[in-house]
């Protein structure tokens, strides 16, 4: 019941904070415990005739319990702590001045203790200054001769001096009990509290997978296109040189049948077995398509192998290239190829940076598209894409001839679910998952160099080797 009445007397605005709640909750036990108390020395101002007391105590009694509802609408910490302090050294003042000696001062020491406790260390230094100086003041005018009102029956003041002196402790031991068991149940709410952010994370961290799933499948979905133009010519291959296969094993068995030279039948087998391999040459290119596809929808990464980076950096152009074209029948580009002899082969995750590759092209072509939109005069969108051999690795560079970024895009490219484009056309991971796959994947780096009006050049640089 005590703990019910506590909590609604805490702003609602406190709630959700644990540190601002434990406060609070500090705050307004202070402020009945010592209405409480108050309240008791006011019966006990009746008994010794201390009249001044109960008028005095009284009034701070009844201060000290209309705290709380002006805290729970004020919702002012300070405000109210700072009224607490101000009340309670107000009935010390004033049971010392009128009780004729100094029985009631050490009770200023309660006020320094509980001022840090409730509103901070400052607090408790101004308070503990207001002690002093109060304890100050009362010793000059004790040893000064000072006649004090001596407002209270000779004969019970015995009594006063000995509940002052138990009530001290006493206080001092409640208020810290209350404390203690605040910060308990303050310790209590923040692991409950923790527990709830670390279930949060948790879902929050599946999403992030979900969401990353998604966009693969989604950027794989926009690659059909182009893998089935792609996939199409090797297939026709296959299918034109099984067909010649088949009419060179008919023209073979009249051959025969006819009793043709060796040499007749020797051409007509290295036909077939030219046929044979060009199959079997198409045949892997078509897997190798399919195989590239697969791991591009993959949820976890495959391990880095050493691939012909020129080769792999062309493939993913024709097939970037081959699904813009099927998305958008009328583009048009100028695709310029710069490789580096050099480069030799580079350890990569196939599936991620095939990802990277496809995600980098569709932005170029994307910006020479938007550009040329825009555009009113004359304007033939460029993309170039180029390789080149480093001291400790290869480098990948794609730039455009399209409208460039600017300084405060640029600064937040890389940030997922930052997106320049309209809604609908982008998500916003894209960028950063390809940032995430360089830079954890692969061990390398993943830049932008642009200027406004001028184009993008986005650049990828890859170790040459495996790590140890």
Request: with cysteine.
């Amino acid at each position: 019941m005590w703990t019910r009445l506590l909590d609604r007397l805490i702003p609602a605005t406190l709630r959700d904070d644990v540190e601002a709640y434990h406060q609070g909750y500090l705050l307004v036990a202070a402020c009945f415990l010592t209405g409480l108390f108050s309240a008791g020395y006011t019966l006990m101002g009746v008994y010794a005739g201390f009249w001044a007391s109960v008028i005095s105590q009284g009034l701070i009694t009844v201060t000290f319990f209309a705290l709380p509802p002006l805290f729970r609408y004020s919702g002012s910490v300070g405000l109210v702590a700072h009224l607490f302090l101000l009340a309670g050294t107000a009935a010390v003042v004033v049971a010392t001045y009128f009780s004729g000696g100094l029985e009631v001062l050490p009770w200023l020491a309660v006020v320094p203790i509980t001022g840090t406790l409730l509103a901070g260390r400052r607090a408790g230094w101004i308070w503990t200054a207001v002690a002093l100086a109060l304890t100050a003041l009362f010793a000059v005018l004790y040893v000064s001769g000072y006649d004090f009102p001596m407002a209270m029956d000779p004969a019970r003041r015995p009594h006063w001096a000995v509940s002052v002196f138990l009530g001290l402790p006493l206080i001092i031991v409640l208020i810290a009990q209350i404390f203690h068991a605040e910060r308990e149940r303050a310790f209590e709410r923040l692991h409950a509290r923790n527990e709830a952010l670390a279930v949060a994370l948790d879902d929050l961290e599946q999403a992030q997978v979900q969401l990353v799933q998604q966009e693969k499948l989604a950027s794989l979905g926009q690659l059909t296109a182009g893998i089935a133009h792609e996939i199409k010519n090797p297939l026709n291959f296959v299918t034109n040189f099984a067909q010649l296969s088949g009419e060179l094993i008919a023209e073979l068995r009249e051959e025969v049948a006819a009793g043709a030279s060796r040499e007749v039948l020797e051409a007509v087998l290295d036909d077939l077995q030219d046929n044979a391999a060009k199959i079997e040459q198409h045949g892997r290119r078509a897997d190798a398509i399919v195989r590239q596809m697969m791991a591009h929808a993959r949820r976890e990464p495959g391990p880095r192998t050493y691939v012909d980076l020129n080769a792999f950096v062309e493939e993913h152009v024709t097939l970037a290239y081959h699904s813009q074209r099927a998305q958008h029948p009328g583009f048009e580009v100028d695709l310029e190829r710069d490789y580096d002899p050099a480069v030799g082969a580079v350890p990569v995750v196939q599936g991620e940076m095939g990802r990277v590759l496809l995600n980098l092209l569709e932005n170029a072509f994307y910006a020479v598209g938007e550009e040329r939109a825009r555009r009113n005069g004359p304007y033939r969108p460029a993309v170039r894409v180029a390789t080149r051999r480093t001291a400790g690795g290869a480098q990948i560079r794609i730039s455009d001839n399209g409208p460039g970024i600017a300084p405060a895009v640029r600064a937040r490219l890389f940030e997922p679910f930052f997106t320049t484009k309209p809604t609908g056309e982008g998500t916003g991971l894209g960028l950063s998952l390809s940032y995430d796959v360089v830079q954890r994947a692969h061990g390398g780096t993943l830049t932008v160099e642009s200027a406004e009006g001028e184009g993008a050049t986005f650049v990828v640089t890859l170790p040459a080797t495996l790590p140890a």
